[in-house]
């Protein structure tokens, strides 16, 4: 008898969308696998390696839900944002980390005061990059190639769901779970503070912390002023 193999285009097609979405949650699964890994080794601390993918988890969970309000299949051009998504999320994470790690070394400081401080210095940076970011890729939501176009606009959802994740969601989990970061977890400090620069640095820290109104609120006057205080007789010394 005679054997019928149905075949053609949208056959190709089709298989090829079903092995991008297990190629994507595979490779979606190592990657966090891998961030979670680079997290505890840098900070020397297994919880920050878990406190990490809460945001990173929530944009992810964001941007495919907002792919499946809008209708948006996973093809070879979204599939990547999930790459991305990760990739910049567990940026801005770790520049929100590393700044609330060392902001926990002041013991004069509250749990609050410590989350609020670390807002005020992370968060210009965190929200800065990414609307230089948004403008930067906002440029292909005008293309005619409709995959460009959807690529624009899920770039656009990401940044924002990143940088909410670092600078809403991220405190708010820190502050549920009272998490913290024990000194003896950090790494050496850099050679950068044995420069006269650093010097410099640390003398200006503490005029700019007695500026009266401005930008500075009470909270972050102070802690910079108590730091570079400290640190001043020890960058001398070491010059």
């Known amino acids: 008898g005679c054997e019928i193999t149905i075949s053609g285009e949208p056959l190709i097609i089709q298989s090829l969308a079903k092995y991008i979405v297990y190629g994507q949650l595979w490779s979606l699964f190592l990657s966090l696998a891998a961030v979670s890994l680079v997290v505890i080794v840098l900070f020397r601390n297994i919880k920050a390696g878990f406190v ?4 990173i988890g929530l944009a992810l969970l964001f941007n495919f839900g907002v792919m499946g309000w809008m209708g948006i299949k996973l093809d070879i051009a979204t599939a990547i944002i999930a790459s991305i998504t990760v990739g910049i999320g567990v940026d801005n994470t770790i520049h929100f980390l590393n700044n609330y790690r060392v902001v926990s070394r002041d013991k004069t400081l509250s749990f609050n005061e410590t989350l609020t401080v670390t807002l005020s210095i992370a ?16 440029v292909l939501v005008v293309s005619s190639f409709k995959p460009i176009m959807l690529f624009g606009i899920l770039m656009g959802v990401t940044f924002i769901a990143t940088t909410a994740g670092a600078l809403l969601v991220l405190p708010a989990f820190i502050k549920a779970v009272n998490f913290s970061m024990d000194e003896d977890t950090a790494p050496a400090d850099f050679e950068f503070l044995k420069t006269g ?5 640390a003398e200006k820290l503490i005029s700019s912390s007695r500026r009266i109104g401005g930008i500075y609120s009470p909270v972050k006057m102070r802690y910079e002023r108590i730091m570079a ?5 020890l960058l001398k010394r070491g010059e």
Do not use: D
Request: charged share 15%.
């Open 52 to 55: 990490a993918l809460v945001p």
């Open 123 to 138: 968060g210009k940076a965190i929200i800065y990059a990414a609307l230089a970011l948004i403008c930067g890729f906002s």
């Open 197 to 201: 620069a650093a010097v410099r640095l």
């Open 229 to 233: 205080e400290k640190v001043i007789p």
